[in-house]
């Protein structure tokens, strides 16, 4: 079974600061792994994600995060918070393509990023 | 989020009454999704499809009835809900089968808020 674990259900850093939304994965295989954002009253937008190859990923808005496979995390990082980035964060992971079986993505419980001006 | 449409947007409904959820995307992919998304609970994926064939249904009650007549077209059919119904039902889609590569990410709708009385 896979898993995804979001251990902070809330962070809050000042405009301007570096930002970090942290999640963990459990999956057997070699990863893939996914950051999606939602704003209030829309719908899951696409991050970033990893499958292979360079460990720090870079996606949308200026976010970019670092797989660490021997600690089996995914951060999210950006290094200029912007208060515009305030919204709620989900990780999710799913295991590789083999060609049978199950390919549900898992989807963390999400963290809620609140920037302070 | 204009890839993938969902309609309507906001449902209220009693717990006789039929309805349907429809969600088109406009993405070219082969897989289509509903998900449930509960205040404080990780996305939970109700019923996948590839190539217009369920091809998994997570223990979801019958009185939700999926129907995809086309790999564009994605229906939730919505019948004797329970108030725990409520929540916002996203429907997401990708290209899959395939071994790595960006087709594998899904992309969200905006989501159908639902509630049931």
């Known amino acids: 079974a896979q898993s995804v674990a979001q251990p902070e259900d809330q962070v809050n850093v000042a405009e301007g600061n570096p930002l970090t939304v942290k999640c963990t994965y459990s999956?057997?295989?070699?990863?893939?792994l996914f950051w999606y954002v939602q704003y209030p009253n829309r719908g899951l937008q696409f991050l970033l994600k990893y499958i292979t190859g360079d460990n720090l990923v870079k996606g949308s808005y200026g976010f970019e995060a670092e797989f660490n496979k021997s600690q089996t995390s995914f951060h999210l990082k950006k290094p200029s918070a912007l208060v515009s980035d305030s919204a709620l964060y989900f990780c999710a992971v799913r295991r590789p393509y083999s060609g049978a079986g199950s390919y549900q993505l898992t989807f963390g419980k999400g963290t809620k990023l609140s920037v302070i001006p | 989020e204009t890839g993938v449409t969902q309609t309507p947007r906001h449902l209220v409904m009693g717990m006789t009454n039929k309805k349907s959820l429809k969600c088109e995307q406009h993405l070219g992919h082969n897989a289509m999704y509903w998900y449930k998304q509960s205040a404080k609970k990780p996305l939970e994926l109700m019923f996948v499809y590839n190539f217009k064939e369920q091809t998994e249904n997570n223990s979801v009650p019958s009185r939700f009835s999926p129907e995809c007549p086309n790999s564009s077209h994605l229906f939730l059919h919505l019948h004797t809900l329970q108030p725990e119904d409520s929540a916002l039902y996203l429907c997401?889609?990708?290209?899959?089968?395939?071994?790595?590569?960006?087709?594998?990410?899904?992309?969200f709708g905006p989501g159908t808020r639902l509630l049931v009385l």
């Open positions: 997401a889609s990708s290209q899959d089968g395939e071994a790595g590569g960006p087709r594998e990410t899904q992309y």
């Open positions: 999956v057997s295989g070699n990863p893939y």
